[in-house]
């Protein structure tokens, strides 16, 4: 089985490698623009269908695994930063808050198209303005929806999560794994 994944994440590369699947890389370009009155639920279900549409039009053959992440508050959606100020007012805003992390993915194999939405729920600890300018100096924001990976620094942010640990990383395999076996 061609198995590719639709995605220059390193986190989803790192799960699928892990999980020990063999698989290609081929980066799905789209406008991941949020639609006006978009919700959360539909945005990240919009952009993984597009990624894997994306990939799969010229790899009819494979099968395509494609995810997008995105994390939330009610209909607030925190994307990735696109500055290390607006990383700051992010981790700010998380602070003392519980938040959905929703991670979509798109399952495209033989013509069937297979997409379901795994959700889980991360507290922040309360963070002082020494934690949170700590954490400015050590992470890299930019690149992670929310501006935080839970695997990075997880001790400085986070009280608790419910949920895949795998989903809030960028990928819950556990779910993945269950709909396509390894061969």
Known sequence: MRLILASQSPRRK?????????FEIISADIDE???????????????????????????TDATIIAADTIVCIGKRILNKPVDMKEAREMI???SGKT????TAVAVFKDGEKE??????????????????????S????????????IQEHEE?????FEGLYSNVVGLPIEELVQRLPLQ
């Not at 790192?14 to 063999?22: M, P, S, Y």
């Not at 379901?116 to 300018?133: A, P, R």
């Not at 400085?156 to 608790?160: A, G, I």
């Open 14 to 22: 790192e799960i699928l490698t892990q999980a020990g699947f063999n």
């Open 92 to 94: 700010e805003y998380l």
């Open 156 to 160: 400085l942010l986070v009280e608790k």
């Open 99 to 102: 938040h959905r992390v929703l």
């Open 33 to 59: 623009t949020v639609l006006p009155g978009e919700l959360p639920d539909a945005l990240v279900l919009r952009l993984a269908k597009e990624k894997a549409e994306a990939v799969f039009s010229g790899n």
């Open 138 to 149: 050590i992470a890299s924001p930019l690149d992670k929806a929310g501006a935080y990976a």
């Open 115 to 136: 997409t379901w939405i795994s959700e889980s729920q991360v507290t922040f600890n309360v963070l002082s303005e020494e934690t949170i300018d700590y954490y400015m």
